[in-house]
Every structure is written in C-alpha cells, then in structure tokens.
C-alpha cells in the first residue's frame, strides 16, 4: 500500500477542485470549488485562520461538497492570493465581493469564517448584505474577550529535530488540543501557509474588538461553532455570552475534544455539526 505525502496528499484533494482567479489588488484572489451548484441551497464559502490558505479545510470540503457548492477562497495576503489593494478591511471585502459576484452572480451564499475570516466574512455580510444569508464564526476573535494562554517558540535559525519539535510545539500551542493530531500533513500545511502568508497586519483587523463592534451591523443569521480547547479564544472565557448579547437566538455549538482548529482535530464531527446547522430552517427576522 503506497502512503502518500502530505504534498500529494493537498495535490489530491486540490486536484478534485476547480480553480478560479478574482481580482484583487494588482493581482488574483484564488477559489477552488468543490461539488456543483444546487439551486436547493445555497453556495457554501469557506475562510481560512490568519496565516492560512483554504487547506484549513483540507479533511472538509469532500464532505461538505456532496450536499452544497462549496467555495474555499485564498483570503488576500495568503494563500495563492495577491495582496488587497488596500489592507484593510475595505480592500479585502470589496476583493470578495467582487468575487463572489462573478463566480455566483446575484445569489446570496452562506459564509463559515475560521479565526481570522470570521471578522472578514462579518464585514462583508455587514456592507453587502444582500450576499449572505448566514453568517457561521468558528473560533473567530475580536470579540474584545481575554486571550487565553498561547505558548509558541521561536522557529528562524533551528534545523532538524530542533526545528521540528518547535513546529510541533507551537501547533500545539495555538492551534490543536492533542498531540497525536499533530501529524505530518498538520505541520506541513503549517509551515507551507505561513510561508505563503503576506498580509502583516491581520491581527490589527481582528483585535481586540472588530468583530464585536461590526456584528450589530449584520442582518444575515449568525451563528457559531467552538472547539471545547480553543486556546487563543476560549470557550469559558465568555465567548458564548458576548455573542448571544449581540445575537439572542445564536446557535452556539462546541466541538468536544478539539482545540482551535476544530475541523481538522475532529473532522467528522465538527462536519457533521456544521452541516446540522446549514440545514435548519432560517430562523425570523426579529
């Protein structure tokens, strides 16, 4: 039995996609689409971390394209993705705005925004809101919330073990509960996104309250899904009771046993809750 690479392993699955270019800045912003339309639900975007690429959704989007049009995007500044033409908020929502447009035309498309996206897709579901009909945060920050601890070490000038424990280390650290779901695929999509990764000042569009302050803005249905072990925005810490003051009938879900990066430590779970929701009525305008 051949055991594929990590790089084959996102060639693979990347391969199953199609690809296409948007405008952004002086340059492209890159979807890679799986499963095709249905006119019966609604066109699923997919938003990566800070430091990430649509490969946050690697163990994902073949799940989730059985039942929906799935759009995983490079955000501005990552990925395959050219930088905003202003970077800020503006500039990356009027890139995924223009986007969208082309790739979908006028119909409104459900938004889950991981992390760092979560604040992007808020805003876009805020300044143009005839194209979301829900807003779905996983583990989104700026929520003007304590940061839980993170420990991450210093990786520039280690070889070998050294360098390779201190990726393991710092996975751990921010991203993922569990050592064993540290594997090679996970540090190779770490190291390869980061490298990738451009925009410098993602953490100013996030903290420490963008998305809090943006939310009463959003008249598409919000609502949230948590790992039990977010480290960078813990659970206990709030989250839940910040989001439902804003959005009193918010679906509040925590994925069991998975830390920030919940659909990749848990997989079938957090798809299986993702896609519960997705399939619940839309709840009334209140």
């Not at 996983?138 to 520039?156: A, F, Q, W």
């Not at 009938?249 to 998975?258: K, N, P, Q």
Request: proline content about 6%; aromatic content about 4%.
């Amino acid at each position: 039995m051949t055991t594929l690479s990590p790089s084959e392993q996102v060639a693979a699955i990347e391969g199953r996609a199609r690809r296409i270019e948007t405008p952004c800045g002086d340059g492209a912003m890159v979807w890679r689409i799986w499963g095709g339309d249905r006119g019966d639900a609604a066109p699923l975007v997919l938003g990566h971390g800070a430091q990430g690429a649509w490969s946050h959704w690697i163990r994902n989007v073949a799940a989730l394209g059985e039942s929906r049009m799935v759009l995983a995007v490079d955000l501005p500044g990552h990925g395959d993705s050219a930088l905003p033409a202003t970077h800020d908020h503006e500039g990356i929502v009027a890139a995924l705005a223009e986007g969208l447009a082309a790739i979908v035309g006028e119909r409104p498309v459900d938004l889950a925004g991981f992390s760092f996206s979560g604040t992007c897709f808020a805003h876009l579901a805020a300044w143009h809101p005839e194209r979301a009909r829900r807003l779905i945060l996983i583990g989104t920050g700026g929520l003007d919330t304590p940061h839980g601890p993170i420990d991450l070490r210093r990786v520039s000038g280690l070889e070998g073990e050294a360098r390779e424990a201190a990726i393991r280390a710092n996975i751990l650290g921010l991203m993922i509960q569990h050592a064993e779901t540290v594997d090679d695929l996970a540090m190779h999509l770490h190291m390869a996104n980061a490298r990738a990764a451009r925009l410098k000042n993602a953490a100013q569009l996030v903290l420490p309250d963008r998305l809090k302050r943006v939310l009463p803005q959003v008249r598409a249905q919000v609502d949230a899904i948590w790992g039990a072990h977010d480290r960078p925005h813990p659970v206990e810490e709030r989250q839940e009771d910040v989001l439902r003051a804003l959005v009193p009938e918010l679906d509040f879900r925590v994925i069991a046993d998975a830390g920030h990066w919940a659909m990749y430590e848990r997989p079938d779970m957090f798809n299986a809750a993702l896609l519960d929701m997705l399939g619940q009525p839309l709840r009334a305008a209140g």
